[in-house]
């Protein structure tokens, strides 16, 4: 089945390490995003990618990297920079440039720092 | 980017139908209007979309102003399952303005 694949569900790193988020999307998208979301807020942009080997920053990208090296994946590395990285981090992906087309989202993965 | 507003919680009975409101009065001409909603727990699904004129699908239906300045998604029948909060997203067509920027949404109670 096509669709949109995050790994772990849940994720836990001590204070001062990096970790990296796994998404990966066999729908043939062009584009794809990560998202962070705090408890009893909204979705809040990180990074996107338009297309392979181009990337740029969302609202609060400062602590995050990304890479986009092939088109079905987009790896979010969370760094020991980011002060406050405990949230639900979800990855979407949808066709780039084409009029009025729908985002899938993955099923979101919860890091927890200790 | 455009922004939207929606209330920040809606209450239904079950089995009657539903009206979520969305203010978007800075749409441009080609921003299409999205609606998602989130289950706890889980990513956004997309729920329906548009750009004029009013919209159905198996989900929902959408009813957009003459003036593009508001919409509301309809649900016509509420269940339970149903109970989620609701994002209004406005969503260029290429390039950057092809990102979707998602505000609080609308928490929407179920109730029996």
């Known amino acids: 089945d096509g669709g949109i694949t995050q790994s772990p569900k849940y994720l836990f790193r001590k204070e001062g390490q990096n970790v990296t988020l796994s998404c990966e999307q066999n729908l043939n998208h062009d584009a794809m995003y990560w998202y962070r979301q705090d408890p009893g807020q909204g979705l809040r942009l990180i990074y996107y990618s338009q297309i392979v080997n181009d990337f740029q920053k969302g609202d609060i990208a400062e602590g995050y990297s990304v890479s986009r090296e092939k088109k079905e994946s987009f790896p979010l590395t969370v760094t020991s920079a980011q002060k406050n990285p405990t949230a639900f981090y979800l990855c979407?992906?949808?066709?780039?440039?084409?009029?009025?087309?729908?985002?899938?989202f993955g099923q979101g993965t919860r890091l927890t720092v200790v | 980017d455009a922004k939207t507003t929606q209330p920040n919680s809606m209450e239904s009975n079950e089995e009657e139908p539903v009206h979520l409101p969305c203010n978007h009065s800075?749409?441009?001409?080609?921003?299409?209007i999205h609606w998602y909603r989130q289950l706890p727990s889980q990513g956004p699904e997309y729920v329906i979309h548009g750009l004029t004129s009013n919209v159905n699908n198996r989900m929902a239906s959408l009813a957009i102003a003459e003036d593009r300045k508001s919409s509301t998604l309809i649900l016509h029948r509420a269940t339970l399952r149903d109970a989620a909060v609701y994002y209004c997203i406005l969503r260029g067509n290429t390039g950057t303005a092809s990102k979707l920027t998602f505000g609080t949404g609308t928490r929407l109670q179920v109730t029996l």
């Open positions: 979407a992906s949808s066709p780039s440039n084409r009029v009025g087309t729908e985002a899938f």
């Open positions: 800075t749409i441009s001409g080609t921003d299409y």
